[in-house]
């Protein structure tokens, strides 16, 4: 069984920072792209950024050069530094992988946490 556990989130006023972790474990072969997304109330999850085994990442317009995406491969652990923060980030986050299971197998399985909130208000 794959779990996906994201901590960090909370209350932060805005230009404030945080950090949030999602750490990956259960049976899992390989890890492909780890992500974050995100969904405000009453809106449509979005995604956020992304990080690919080699490190190459990508960026929502609406967080580019604000928000910094990492990964530890030999943690299994993807991060989320949120600096700059404003209003319109309040959203639960949530963390999103695409594994593989088993050597020789192409199929990706993707995998969600459970969220963490995240509020930016004064």
């Known amino acids: 069984q794959v779990q996906l556990v994201e901590s960090g989130g909370g209350l932060v006023q805005p230009g404030g920072s945080l950090r949030l972790s999602c750490v990956v474990s259960g049976s899992i072969f390989s890890i492909n792209t780890m992500g974050w997304y995100r969904q405000a109330p009453g809106k449509e999850r979005e995604w956020v950024a992304a990080i690919s085994s080699a490190g190459i990442t990508r960026y929502a317009d609406s967080v580019k050069g604000r928000f910094t995406i990492s990964r530890d491969n030999a943690k299994n652990t993807v991060d989320l530094q949120m600096n700059s923060l404003k209003p319109e980030d309040t959203a639960v986050y949530y963390c999103?992988?695409?594994?593989?299971?088993?050597?020789?197998?192409?199929?990706?399985?993707?995998?969600w946490g459970q969220g963490t909130q995240v509020t930016v208000s004064s």
């Open positions: 999103n992988v695409a594994a593989k299971l088993v050597p020789l197998d192409p199929v990706e399985y993707y995998y």
